[in-house]
Protein backbone atom coordinates (compact mmCIF):
# COMPACT_ATOMS: atom_id res chain seq x y z
CA UNK A 1 0.00 0.00 0.00
CA UNK A 2 2.84 2.12 0.93
CA UNK A 3 4.40 1.71 -2.32
CA UNK A 4 1.52 2.64 -4.84
CA UNK A 5 1.23 5.79 -2.35
CA UNK A 6 4.73 7.09 -3.23
CA UNK A 7 4.60 6.17 -7.02
CA UNK A 8 1.14 7.80 -7.38
CA UNK A 9 2.88 10.75 -5.62
CA UNK A 10 5.77 10.40 -7.95
CA UNK A 11 3.86 11.05 -10.67
CA UNK A 12 1.14 13.79 -9.44
CA UNK A 13 4.10 15.87 -8.11
CA UNK A 14 6.82 15.68 -10.55
CA UNK A 15 5.24 18.33 -12.85
CA UNK A 16 4.92 20.65 -9.71
CA UNK A 17 8.14 20.49 -8.80
CA UNK A 18 10.21 20.52 -12.04
CA UNK A 19 9.32 24.44 -11.75
CA UNK A 20 12.53 24.71 -9.16
CA UNK A 21 15.30 23.84 -11.51
CA UNK A 22 14.88 27.21 -13.10
CA UNK A 23 15.48 30.29 -10.86
CA UNK A 24 15.39 32.68 -13.70
CA UNK A 25 12.45 32.92 -14.32
CA UNK A 26 9.14 34.24 -12.08
CA UNK A 27 7.39 31.79 -10.30
CA UNK A 28 4.44 31.95 -11.90
CA UNK A 29 6.07 31.50 -15.49
CA UNK A 30 8.31 28.93 -13.73
CA UNK A 31 5.33 26.67 -12.60
CA UNK A 32 3.32 27.30 -16.27
CA UNK A 33 6.20 25.94 -17.96
CA UNK A 34 6.36 22.74 -15.97
CA UNK A 35 2.97 22.27 -16.46
CA UNK A 36 2.18 23.16 -19.87
CA UNK A 37 3.75 19.61 -21.14
CA UNK A 38 1.81 17.72 -18.77
CA UNK A 39 -1.27 18.72 -19.58
CA UNK A 40 -0.68 18.48 -23.55
CA UNK A 41 0.64 15.08 -22.89
CA UNK A 42 -3.02 14.13 -20.97
CA UNK A 43 -4.96 15.91 -23.48
CA UNK A 44 -3.78 14.09 -26.07
CA UNK A 45 -4.65 10.82 -25.05
CA UNK A 46 -8.06 11.29 -23.73
CA UNK A 47 -9.65 13.11 -26.33
CA UNK A 48 -8.61 11.04 -29.36
CA UNK A 49 -10.29 11.31 -32.74
CA UNK A 50 -12.71 9.59 -34.06
CA UNK A 51 -13.08 11.86 -37.11
CA UNK A 52 -11.43 15.17 -37.80
CA UNK A 53 -12.69 17.51 -34.92
CA UNK A 54 -15.05 14.68 -33.07
CA UNK A 55 -13.32 12.75 -29.99
CA UNK A 56 -14.93 9.70 -29.17
CA UNK A 57 -15.28 10.36 -25.65
CA UNK A 58 -17.96 13.32 -26.32
CA UNK A 59 -19.55 10.77 -28.86
CA UNK A 60 -19.98 8.25 -25.87
CA UNK A 61 -21.33 10.90 -23.66
CA UNK A 62 -24.24 12.25 -25.84
CA UNK A 63 -25.53 9.20 -27.41
CA UNK A 64 -25.35 7.26 -23.97
CA UNK A 65 -27.42 10.42 -22.26
CA UNK A 66 -29.53 10.03 -25.03
CA UNK A 67 -30.30 6.15 -24.41
CA UNK A 68 -30.72 6.63 -20.85
CA UNK A 69 -32.99 8.99 -21.44
CA UNK A 70 -34.89 7.05 -23.85
CA UNK A 71 -35.05 4.13 -22.14
CA UNK A 72 -36.19 5.42 -18.70
CA UNK A 73 -39.09 6.95 -20.57
CA UNK A 74 -37.94 11.02 -20.32
CA UNK A 75 -37.25 10.74 -16.81
CA UNK A 76 -35.55 13.98 -17.38
CA UNK A 77 -39.15 15.24 -17.69
CA UNK A 78 -41.98 13.47 -16.26
CA UNK A 79 -40.23 12.99 -12.90
CA UNK A 80 -39.34 16.70 -12.68
CA UNK A 81 -41.46 17.41 -10.02
CA UNK A 82 -41.37 14.24 -8.41
CA UNK A 83 -37.50 15.65 -8.06
CA UNK A 84 -38.55 18.94 -6.60
CA UNK A 85 -41.10 17.29 -4.25
CA UNK A 86 -38.68 15.20 -3.43
CA UNK A 87 -36.19 18.32 -1.88
CA UNK A 88 -38.77 20.11 -0.42
CA UNK A 89 -39.38 17.02 1.64
CA UNK A 90 -43.57 16.15 0.20
CA UNK A 91 -42.10 12.11 0.69
CA UNK A 92 -40.06 12.73 4.17
CA UNK A 93 -43.05 10.13 5.49
CA UNK A 94 -41.84 7.10 3.22
CA UNK A 95 -38.30 7.17 5.03
CA UNK A 96 -39.68 7.19 8.58
CA UNK A 97 -41.03 4.71 10.91
CA UNK A 98 -44.20 6.20 11.80
CA UNK A 99 -47.14 6.14 9.00
CA UNK A 100 -44.93 5.52 6.01
CA UNK A 101 -44.83 1.45 8.05
CA UNK A 102 -48.16 0.37 6.85
CA UNK A 103 -47.66 1.74 3.41
CA UNK A 104 -44.31 -0.18 2.68
CA UNK A 105 -46.23 -3.12 3.83
CA UNK A 106 -48.90 -2.73 1.27
CA UNK A 107 -46.32 -2.71 -0.85
CA UNK A 108 -46.69 -5.57 -3.50
CA UNK A 109 -43.41 -7.73 -3.17
CA UNK A 110 -41.96 -11.06 -4.99
CA UNK A 111 -42.25 -13.05 -2.07
CA UNK A 112 -42.75 -13.33 1.79
CA UNK A 113 -43.01 -9.39 2.10
CA UNK A 114 -38.96 -9.31 0.53
CA UNK A 115 -37.89 -5.89 -1.39
CA UNK A 116 -34.85 -6.95 -3.73
CA UNK A 117 -33.95 -9.42 -1.35
CA UNK A 118 -34.87 -7.01 1.72
CA UNK A 119 -36.82 -7.70 4.68
CA UNK A 120 -39.26 -4.73 4.97
CA UNK A 121 -38.25 -3.55 8.71
CA UNK A 122 -35.17 -3.95 7.42
CA UNK A 123 -35.37 -1.61 4.85
CA UNK A 124 -36.63 0.64 7.39
CA UNK A 125 -33.39 0.97 9.29
CA UNK A 126 -31.51 1.69 6.27
CA UNK A 127 -33.08 5.24 6.54
CA UNK A 128 -30.81 5.79 9.30
CA UNK A 129 -27.45 5.62 6.97
CA UNK A 130 -26.27 8.47 5.89
CA UNK A 131 -24.79 11.48 6.52
CA UNK A 132 -26.49 14.43 4.91
CA UNK A 133 -30.08 15.31 3.96
CA UNK A 134 -31.34 15.21 0.41
CA UNK A 135 -30.65 19.27 0.23
CA UNK A 136 -27.29 19.26 1.70
CA UNK A 137 -26.71 16.28 -0.81
CA UNK A 138 -27.87 18.05 -3.77
CA UNK A 139 -26.39 21.50 -2.65
CA UNK A 140 -22.60 19.84 -2.00
CA UNK A 141 -23.20 18.72 -5.46
CA UNK A 142 -24.32 21.67 -7.28
CA UNK A 143 -21.53 23.48 -5.68
CA UNK A 144 -19.33 20.63 -7.50
CA UNK A 145 -21.19 21.48 -10.57
CA UNK A 146 -22.44 24.89 -10.03
CA UNK A 147 -19.09 27.03 -10.50
CA UNK A 148 -16.31 28.95 -13.03
CA UNK A 149 -17.88 26.30 -15.89
CA UNK A 150 -20.91 28.47 -15.96
CA UNK A 151 -18.61 31.84 -15.96
CA UNK A 152 -15.98 31.26 -17.61
CA UNK A 153 -16.94 28.28 -19.26
CA UNK A 154 -19.62 29.76 -21.07
CA UNK A 155 -17.25 33.01 -21.90
CA UNK A 156 -15.01 30.15 -23.56
CA UNK A 157 -17.94 28.62 -25.59
CA UNK A 158 -19.67 31.61 -27.00
CA UNK A 159 -15.92 33.77 -28.19
CA UNK A 160 -14.59 30.05 -29.35
CA UNK A 161 -18.50 28.58 -31.38
CA UNK A 162 -20.70 32.12 -31.28
CA UNK A 163 -23.79 32.14 -29.92
CA UNK A 164 -25.05 28.73 -31.25
CA UNK A 165 -22.81 27.07 -28.70
CA UNK A 166 -25.49 28.26 -26.23
CA UNK A 167 -28.60 26.24 -28.17
CA UNK A 168 -25.98 23.12 -28.16
CA UNK A 169 -24.97 23.80 -24.49
CA UNK A 170 -28.66 23.28 -23.31
CA UNK A 171 -29.40 20.48 -25.11
CA UNK A 172 -26.24 18.63 -23.66
CA UNK A 173 -27.92 19.95 -20.48
CA UNK A 174 -31.32 18.27 -20.69
CA UNK A 175 -29.71 14.86 -21.69
CA UNK A 176 -27.23 15.25 -19.10
CA UNK A 177 -30.39 14.65 -16.70
CA UNK A 178 -31.44 10.97 -17.37
CA UNK A 179 -27.46 10.27 -17.06
CA UNK A 180 -27.25 11.90 -13.69
CA UNK A 181 -30.31 10.24 -12.43
CA UNK A 182 -28.75 6.64 -13.12
CA UNK A 183 -25.36 7.45 -11.96
CA UNK A 184 -26.70 9.27 -8.84
CA UNK A 185 -29.21 6.06 -8.15
CA UNK A 186 -26.54 3.40 -7.96
CA UNK A 187 -23.85 5.42 -6.18
CA UNK A 188 -26.39 5.40 -3.37
CA UNK A 189 -27.51 1.64 -4.18
CA UNK A 190 -23.94 0.25 -3.97
CA UNK A 191 -22.14 2.56 -1.01
CA UNK A 192 -20.33 1.32 1.93
CA UNK A 193 -21.02 2.34 5.37
CA UNK A 194 -18.25 2.64 8.09
CA UNK A 195 -18.32 1.19 11.57
CA UNK A 196 -18.85 4.83 12.58
CA UNK A 197 -21.59 5.91 9.89
CA UNK A 198 -18.93 7.60 6.90
CA UNK A 199 -20.44 6.61 3.89
CA UNK A 200 -18.05 5.63 1.17
CA UNK A 201 -19.72 5.83 -2.32
CA UNK A 202 -18.90 6.86 -5.91
CA UNK A 203 -18.44 5.31 -9.23
CA UNK A 204 -15.64 3.19 -7.86
CA UNK A 205 -18.14 1.16 -5.61
CA UNK A 206 -20.77 0.84 -7.91
CA UNK A 207 -18.80 -0.30 -10.57
CA UNK A 208 -16.72 -2.79 -8.55
CA UNK A 209 -19.56 -4.37 -6.79
CA UNK A 210 -22.00 -4.15 -9.76
CA UNK A 211 -19.75 -5.90 -12.17
CA UNK A 212 -18.77 -8.33 -9.39
CA UNK A 213 -22.67 -9.39 -8.81
CA UNK A 214 -22.39 -9.76 -12.63
CA UNK A 215 -19.41 -12.34 -12.74
CA UNK A 216 -16.93 -9.64 -13.98
CA UNK A 217 -15.32 -9.32 -10.56
CA UNK A 218 -11.52 -8.41 -12.22
CA UNK A 219 -12.94 -6.24 -15.07
CA UNK A 220 -14.85 -4.40 -12.29
CA UNK A 221 -11.37 -3.93 -10.05
CA UNK A 222 -9.71 -2.42 -13.07
CA UNK A 223 -12.64 0.01 -14.07
CA UNK A 224 -13.11 1.26 -10.94
CA UNK A 225 -9.47 1.59 -10.31
CA UNK A 226 -8.96 3.79 -13.20
CA UNK A 227 -11.97 5.97 -12.08
CA UNK A 228 -10.51 6.75 -8.89
CA UNK A 229 -7.18 7.72 -10.56
CA UNK A 230 -9.12 10.29 -13.17
CA UNK A 231 -11.16 11.50 -10.23
CA UNK A 232 -8.24 12.31 -8.12
CA UNK A 233 -7.22 14.20 -11.42
CA UNK A 234 -10.54 15.38 -11.80
CA UNK A 235 -10.56 16.69 -8.10
CA UNK A 236 -6.70 18.36 -9.13
CA UNK A 237 -7.43 19.94 -12.38
CA UNK A 238 -11.58 20.73 -13.43
CA UNK A 239 -12.99 21.01 -9.46
CA UNK A 240 -9.36 23.13 -8.49
CA UNK A 241 -6.90 24.51 -10.63
CA UNK A 242 -9.46 25.71 -12.96
CA UNK A 243 -11.61 27.00 -10.31
CA UNK A 244 -8.31 29.15 -9.07
CA UNK A 245 -7.45 30.13 -12.14
CA UNK A 246 -10.46 31.93 -12.38
CA UNK A 247 -10.79 33.18 -9.30
CA UNK A 248 -7.39 34.51 -9.62
CA UNK A 249 -7.47 36.50 -12.81
CA UNK A 250 -10.62 38.62 -11.67
CA UNK A 251 -8.66 39.20 -8.48
CA UNK A 252 -5.78 40.66 -10.31
CA UNK A 253 -7.86 42.54 -12.15
CA UNK A 254 -9.90 44.05 -9.75
CA UNK A 255 -7.17 44.91 -7.51
CA UNK A 256 -4.55 45.84 -9.74
CA UNK A 257 -2.24 43.16 -9.25
CA UNK A 258 0.70 42.97 -11.39
CA UNK A 259 4.07 40.84 -10.92
CA UNK A 260 5.83 37.15 -11.60
CA UNK A 261 4.26 36.11 -8.14
CA UNK A 262 1.19 37.72 -7.70
CA UNK A 263 -0.73 34.77 -9.13
CA UNK A 264 1.07 32.21 -6.73
CA UNK A 265 0.14 35.01 -3.71
CA UNK A 266 -3.30 34.57 -4.28
CA UNK A 267 -3.21 31.02 -4.77
CA UNK A 268 -1.43 30.38 -1.65
CA UNK A 269 -4.48 32.46 0.02
CA UNK A 270 -7.27 30.84 -1.40
CA UNK A 271 -5.46 27.26 -0.43
CA UNK A 272 -5.25 28.17 3.36
CA UNK A 273 -9.00 29.23 2.71
CA UNK A 274 -9.90 26.16 1.17
CA UNK A 275 -8.02 24.20 4.03
CA UNK A 276 -9.46 25.14 6.54
CA UNK A 277 -12.85 24.12 5.56
CA UNK A 278 -11.89 20.45 3.84
CA UNK A 279 -10.54 19.29 6.82
CA UNK A 280 -14.43 18.99 8.97
CA UNK A 281 -15.10 16.30 6.11
CA UNK A 282 -18.22 16.06 3.97
CA UNK A 283 -20.54 17.18 7.05
CA UNK A 284 -18.56 20.27 7.35
CA UNK A 285 -18.71 20.75 3.47
CA UNK A 286 -22.15 20.56 3.29
CA UNK A 287 -23.02 22.75 6.59
CA UNK A 288 -21.06 25.16 3.97
CA UNK A 289 -22.58 24.33 0.61
CA UNK A 290 -26.05 24.26 2.12
CA UNK A 291 -26.06 28.30 2.90
CA UNK A 292 -23.26 29.36 0.40
CA UNK A 293 -24.78 27.70 -2.79
CA UNK A 294 -28.37 29.45 -2.67
CA UNK A 295 -27.04 32.53 -2.02
CA UNK A 296 -24.39 32.44 -4.49
CA UNK A 297 -26.04 31.20 -7.02
CA UNK A 298 -29.51 33.24 -6.29
CA UNK A 299 -27.16 36.18 -6.56
CA UNK A 300 -25.93 35.44 -9.39
CA UNK A 301 -29.14 34.82 -11.45
CA UNK A 302 -30.62 38.35 -10.15
CA UNK A 303 -27.70 40.25 -11.47
CA UNK A 304 -28.48 38.07 -14.72
CA UNK A 305 -31.75 38.93 -14.79
CA UNK A 306 -31.60 42.66 -14.09
CA UNK A 307 -29.24 42.95 -17.22
CA UNK A 308 -31.77 41.03 -19.35
CA UNK A 309 -34.85 43.01 -18.29
CA UNK A 310 -33.16 46.05 -18.75
CA UNK A 311 -32.81 44.62 -22.46
CA UNK A 312 -35.69 42.80 -23.05
CA UNK A 313 -36.11 44.21 -26.48
CA UNK A 314 -33.64 42.33 -27.62
CA UNK A 315 -33.98 39.19 -26.23
CA UNK A 316 -35.71 38.06 -28.79
CA UNK A 317 -33.01 38.48 -31.19
CA UNK A 318 -30.43 36.69 -28.75
CA UNK A 319 -32.54 32.85 -29.02
CA UNK A 320 -32.77 33.94 -32.84
CA UNK A 321 -29.30 34.26 -32.65
CA UNK A 322 -29.06 30.99 -30.45
CA UNK A 323 -30.60 29.20 -33.06
CA UNK A 324 -29.67 29.83 -35.72
CA UNK A 325 -26.45 29.79 -35.23
CA UNK A 326 -26.77 26.24 -34.03
CA UNK A 327 -27.41 25.20 -37.10
CA UNK A 328 -25.48 27.25 -39.34
CA UNK A 329 -23.53 25.63 -42.12
CA UNK A 330 -22.38 29.03 -43.28
CA UNK A 331 -18.56 27.37 -42.54
CA UNK A 332 -19.86 24.28 -44.06
CA UNK A 333 -20.82 21.04 -42.02
CA UNK A 334 -17.39 21.35 -40.36
CA UNK A 335 -18.02 24.45 -38.68
CA UNK A 336 -21.76 23.29 -38.02
CA UNK A 337 -20.23 20.29 -35.95
CA UNK A 338 -17.15 22.83 -34.45
CA UNK A 339 -20.49 24.94 -32.59
CA UNK A 340 -21.91 21.60 -31.44
CA UNK A 341 -18.64 20.08 -30.27
CA UNK A 342 -18.06 23.53 -28.57
CA UNK A 343 -21.03 23.69 -26.73
CA UNK A 344 -21.32 20.20 -26.07
CA UNK A 345 -17.90 19.83 -24.79
CA UNK A 346 -18.62 22.76 -22.10
CA UNK A 347 -21.76 21.65 -20.68
CA UNK A 348 -20.02 18.11 -20.08
CA UNK A 349 -17.61 20.35 -18.33
CA UNK A 350 -19.48 22.51 -16.53
CA UNK A 351 -22.58 19.70 -15.26
CA UNK A 352 -19.68 16.75 -15.14
CA UNK A 353 -23.44 14.43 -16.29
CA UNK A 354 -21.24 11.08 -17.05
CA UNK A 355 -18.21 11.64 -14.95
CA UNK A 356 -19.90 10.44 -12.68
CA UNK A 357 -18.46 12.94 -9.61
CA UNK A 358 -21.85 13.74 -8.30
CA UNK A 359 -22.53 10.36 -7.14
CA UNK A 360 -19.64 10.42 -4.52
CA UNK A 361 -21.80 13.33 -2.54
CA UNK A 362 -25.31 11.96 -3.21
CA UNK A 363 -24.13 8.23 -1.70
CA UNK A 364 -23.73 10.12 1.32
CA UNK A 365 -27.73 11.00 1.91
CA UNK A 366 -29.53 9.87 4.65
CA UNK A 367 -32.55 7.32 2.39
CA UNK A 368 -33.66 4.03 1.91
CA UNK A 369 -34.15 4.46 -1.71
CA UNK A 370 -31.37 5.06 -3.74
CA UNK A 371 -34.06 6.19 -6.66
CA UNK A 372 -35.09 9.10 -4.65
CA UNK A 373 -31.60 10.73 -4.37
CA UNK A 374 -31.15 9.64 -8.53
CA UNK A 375 -34.60 12.02 -8.90
CA UNK A 376 -32.42 14.61 -6.68
CA UNK A 377 -29.86 14.65 -8.78
CA UNK A 378 -31.37 15.15 -11.96
CA UNK A 379 -32.09 18.69 -11.02
CA UNK A 380 -28.18 19.54 -11.30
CA UNK A 381 -27.89 19.72 -14.72
CA UNK A 382 -31.00 21.61 -15.23
CA UNK A 383 -30.07 24.27 -12.57
CA UNK A 384 -26.42 24.14 -13.53
CA UNK A 385 -26.73 24.16 -17.34
CA UNK A 386 -30.05 24.94 -18.84
CA UNK A 387 -30.50 27.80 -16.11
CA UNK A 388 -27.53 29.08 -15.04
CA UNK A 389 -24.99 28.60 -18.03
CA UNK A 390 -28.30 29.61 -20.54
CA UNK A 391 -28.45 33.61 -18.56
CA UNK A 392 -24.70 33.91 -18.90
CA UNK A 393 -24.68 33.31 -22.44
CA UNK A 394 -27.52 35.48 -23.08
CA UNK A 395 -25.58 38.54 -20.37
CA UNK A 396 -22.70 37.83 -23.44
CA UNK A 397 -24.76 37.77 -26.52
CA UNK A 398 -26.65 40.65 -25.32
CA UNK A 399 -23.33 42.78 -24.52
CA UNK A 400 -22.31 41.79 -27.84
CA UNK A 401 -25.12 43.16 -30.00
CA UNK A 402 -22.53 46.48 -29.83
CA UNK A 403 -19.93 44.73 -31.42
CA UNK A 404 -17.50 44.46 -28.54
CA UNK A 405 -15.27 41.30 -29.88
CA UNK A 406 -15.43 39.05 -32.83
CA UNK A 407 -16.39 35.21 -32.36
CA UNK A 408 -14.45 32.76 -33.72
CA UNK A 409 -10.27 32.47 -32.49
CA UNK A 410 -8.92 30.20 -30.22
CA UNK A 411 -11.57 31.39 -27.83
CA UNK A 412 -8.81 31.52 -25.03
CA UNK A 413 -9.31 34.87 -25.23
CA UNK A 414 -10.86 38.10 -26.98
CA UNK A 415 -10.12 41.50 -27.55
CA UNK A 416 -12.29 44.25 -26.32
CA UNK A 417 -11.22 47.77 -26.71
CA UNK A 418 -7.45 47.04 -27.22
CA UNK A 419 -7.73 44.88 -24.34
CA UNK A 420 -7.11 40.89 -23.90
CA UNK A 421 -10.04 39.68 -21.81
CA UNK A 422 -10.05 35.86 -20.70
CA UNK A 423 -12.81 33.28 -19.28
CA UNK A 424 -14.47 34.87 -16.51
CA UNK A 425 -12.82 38.35 -17.78
CA UNK A 426 -15.12 38.70 -20.65
CA UNK A 427 -18.04 37.74 -18.10
CA UNK A 428 -16.79 40.66 -16.15
CA UNK A 429 -16.62 43.25 -18.99
CA UNK A 430 -20.45 42.28 -19.95
CA UNK A 431 -21.38 42.75 -16.60
CA UNK A 432 -19.60 46.05 -16.51
CA UNK A 433 -21.33 47.44 -19.32
CA UNK A 434 -25.13 47.23 -17.41
CA UNK A 435 -24.31 47.20 -13.84
CA UNK A 436 -21.95 49.80 -12.03
CA UNK A 437 -19.20 48.88 -10.13
CA UNK A 438 -20.52 44.94 -11.00
CA UNK A 439 -16.98 43.82 -11.43
CA UNK A 440 -16.87 43.62 -7.41
CA UNK A 441 -19.79 42.26 -7.43
CA UNK A 442 -18.64 39.44 -10.06
CA UNK A 443 -15.25 39.45 -8.72
CA UNK A 444 -16.90 37.96 -5.43
CA UNK A 445 -19.33 35.61 -7.55
CA UNK A 446 -16.72 34.25 -9.18
CA UNK A 447 -14.29 33.34 -5.99
CA UNK A 448 -17.26 32.04 -4.15
CA UNK A 449 -18.44 29.97 -7.37
CA UNK A 450 -14.39 28.66 -7.32
CA UNK A 451 -14.07 27.81 -3.62
CA UNK A 452 -17.53 26.22 -3.33
CA UNK A 453 -16.55 24.11 -6.53
CA UNK A 454 -12.86 23.34 -5.20
CA UNK A 455 -14.62 22.21 -1.69
CA UNK A 456 -17.16 19.63 -2.93
CA UNK A 457 -13.89 18.28 -5.66
CA UNK A 458 -12.02 17.94 -2.45
CA UNK A 459 -14.60 15.67 -0.93
CA UNK A 460 -14.63 13.57 -4.96
CA UNK A 461 -11.14 13.45 -5.10
CA UNK A 462 -10.71 12.12 -1.45
CA UNK A 463 -12.98 9.56 -1.73
CA UNK A 464 -11.02 7.95 -4.92
CA UNK A 465 -7.62 8.23 -2.97
CA UNK A 466 -8.48 6.20 0.08
CA UNK A 467 -10.59 3.75 -2.03
CA UNK A 468 -7.01 3.65 -3.82
CA UNK A 469 -4.59 4.18 -0.64
CA UNK A 470 -6.82 2.80 2.12
CA UNK A 471 -8.78 4.87 4.75
CA UNK A 472 -6.11 6.27 7.38
CA UNK A 473 -5.76 9.91 8.06
CA UNK A 474 -2.27 9.86 6.51
CA UNK A 475 -3.88 8.86 3.52
CA UNK A 476 -6.22 11.67 4.20
CA UNK A 477 -3.34 14.42 5.08
CA UNK A 478 -1.49 13.30 1.88
CA UNK A 479 -4.37 13.78 -0.35
CA UNK A 480 -5.58 17.35 0.92
CA UNK A 481 -1.82 18.75 0.96
CA UNK A 482 -1.47 17.87 -2.88
CA UNK A 483 -4.87 19.04 -3.32
CA UNK A 484 -4.14 22.28 -2.15
CA UNK A 485 -0.93 22.92 -3.67
CA UNK A 486 -3.06 22.42 -6.95
CA UNK A 487 -4.93 25.13 -5.77
CA UNK A 488 -1.84 27.31 -6.21
CA UNK A 489 -0.92 25.69 -9.77
CA UNK A 490 -4.11 26.89 -10.76
CA UNK A 491 -3.35 30.47 -9.55
CA UNK A 492 0.20 30.78 -11.44
CA UNK A 493 -0.48 28.64 -14.60
CA UNK A 494 -1.73 30.06 -17.42
CA UNK A 495 -5.34 29.48 -18.86
CA UNK A 496 -4.73 27.73 -21.39
CA UNK A 497 -3.06 25.02 -19.92
CA UNK A 498 -4.96 24.65 -16.82
CA UNK A 499 -8.44 24.00 -18.64
CA UNK A 500 -7.12 22.18 -21.36
CA UNK A 501 -5.93 19.48 -18.05
CA UNK A 502 -9.27 20.11 -16.35
CA UNK A 503 -11.35 19.14 -19.43
CA UNK A 504 -8.68 15.93 -20.08
CA UNK A 505 -9.23 14.62 -16.68
CA UNK A 506 -13.24 15.52 -16.26
CA UNK A 507 -13.58 13.67 -19.84
CA UNK A 508 -11.09 11.13 -19.01
CA UNK A 509 -13.72 10.08 -16.06
CA UNK A 510 -16.52 8.89 -18.44
CA UNK A 511 -14.88 5.83 -19.91
CA UNK A 512 -14.71 3.83 -16.84
CA UNK A 513 -17.94 5.87 -15.33
CA UNK A 514 -19.80 4.51 -18.52
CA UNK A 515 -18.78 0.44 -18.21
CA UNK A 516 -20.75 0.70 -14.87
CA UNK A 517 -23.98 2.80 -16.09
CA UNK A 518 -24.31 0.24 -18.76
CA UNK A 519 -23.77 -2.85 -16.75
CA UNK A 520 -26.03 -1.76 -13.89
CA UNK A 521 -28.92 0.62 -15.76
CA UNK A 522 -31.59 -2.12 -15.56
CA UNK A 523 -31.33 -2.37 -11.50
CA UNK A 524 -31.50 1.53 -11.32
CA UNK A 525 -35.29 1.09 -13.57
CA UNK A 526 -36.13 -1.45 -10.89
CA UNK A 527 -34.85 0.81 -7.94
CA UNK A 528 -37.00 3.72 -9.60
CA UNK A 529 -40.05 1.08 -9.63
CA UNK A 530 -39.63 0.50 -5.95
CA UNK A 531 -39.24 4.17 -5.10
CA UNK A 532 -42.52 5.13 -6.95
CA UNK A 533 -44.42 2.77 -6.07
CA UNK A 534 -43.59 3.56 -2.35
CA UNK A 535 -44.69 7.32 -3.04
CA UNK A 536 -48.35 6.19 -4.49
CA UNK A 537 -48.52 4.11 -0.99
CA UNK A 538 -48.44 6.94 1.12
Known amino acids: MKGRLLLFLAAILSPVLSFAQDEAMGIDQRIDQAFAPFSTFIQGIVFFEIMDGVPFVLVLLVLSAAFFTVYFGFVNIRHFMTAINVVRGKYDDVEKHGKSAPSIKNLKVDEDLLIDGDIVDTIRDESKEGEVTHFQALATAVSGTVGNGNIAGVALAIALGGPGATFWMIICGLLGMSTKFVECTLGV ?130 FGLIFSEAFSMKAGIGGFFGVMLVGFTRAAFSNEAGAGSASIAHSAVRT ?171
Open 189 to 318: QYRDIGPDGTVYGGPMYYISKGLAERGFTSFGKIASVLFAIFCIGGSFGGGNAAQSNQATIVLKDLLGLEGAGAGAGIGVVLAILVGIIIIGGIKRIASVTEKVVPLMAGLYLVACLYIILSNFTLLDDA
Open 368 to 538: KYSASEGLVALLEPFIDTVVICTMTALVIIIFNFGGAFEYGGDGSSVMIDGVSYEGAGITSKAFAEFIPYSNVFLTIAVVLFAVSTMISWSYYGLQSWIYLFGKSKAAEITYKVIFCLFIIIGAAASMQSIWGFSDAMIFAMIFPNMVGLFFLFPTVKKQLGRYLDAIKAL
